[in-house]
Each structure stands twice: as C-alpha cells, then as structure tokens.
Nanobody
Framework: QVQLVESGGGSVQAGGSLRLSCAAS?????IAWFRQAPGKEREGVTA????????YYDGSVKGRFTISQDNAKNTVYLQMDSLKPDDSAMYYC????????????????????WGQGTQVAVSS
C-alpha cells in the first residue's frame, strides 16, 4: 500500500504562512489533511480527490488554507495562510483508496494510510 511522508511544519507568528507537503509512494484516490492538538480529537482540515482535483474544506480553514497537488510527483500540498494560534497542532496526511460517502466528510477511521505527522506552532 502507499506510504506517506509529511514535511514543512514549523513555528510562525499569527498571520503568517506555512506550506506542508505530503509525498506519497504511489497514487491513491483521495488524500486528506487532518490535525490534532493536545487533548483534542483529530479533526479533518481538507481533502482532495487526486484524479479530478475536487477539493473539500472544513469551515474553520476555508478561505485561509489551500490544498493542491502535483500528480507527477505524487505530492499533495497544504498552503496555510493567515494562521491563527488555534491552528497549532500536529498535522497528518492520510490516504484512502476509494470514494467516501458523503464526499465532504472527514472521518479518520475511513483512511487506511497515515503519515507520521508534522508539527505546526502558531504564536500570538
């Protein structure tokens, strides 16, 4: 099965930007970004259907985060702008081999491959 490796995390001040990368060892149907802050549940941020480029966003990041892909490199990117302290978390990318119903849902249990995570810290 595909393997995922995230990179690009770091520390920024509020209002700043970061770009995360998720490099996959092969192709897959859907890749999503999740995040988990200490003491909180893992939550979905955004997802992309790699064949069509269709994207989905959680309301908390819509307009600030952008998911994109480079199919030639099997890499998905997460551009994060206007970062807030509440965005601080470990960010994970996850892959799913088939469609999700409903397509806009972010359900961690329905992703079978996960990366190791990359830390994002936003200071006020």
């Amino acid at each position: 099965q595909v393997q995922l490796v995230e990179s690009g995390g770091g520390s920024v001040q509020a209002g700043g930007s970061l770009r995360l990368s998720c490099a996959a060892s092969g192709s897959t149907y859907r890749i999503a970004w999740f995040r988990q802050a200490p003491g909180k549940e893992r939550e979905g941020v955004t997802a992309i259907i790699t064949r069509s480029g269709t994207t989905y966003y959680d309301g908390s990041v819509k307009g600030r985060f952008t998911i994109s892909q480079d199919n030639a490199k099997n890499t998905v990117y997460l551009q994060m702008d206007s970062l807030k302290p509440d965005d601080s978390a470990m960010y994970y990318c996850a892959a799913r081999p088939g469609p999700l119903v409903p397509p806009g849902a972010f359900i961690p249990a329905q992703y079978n491959v996960w990366g190791q995570g990359t830390q994002v810290a936003v200071s006020s």
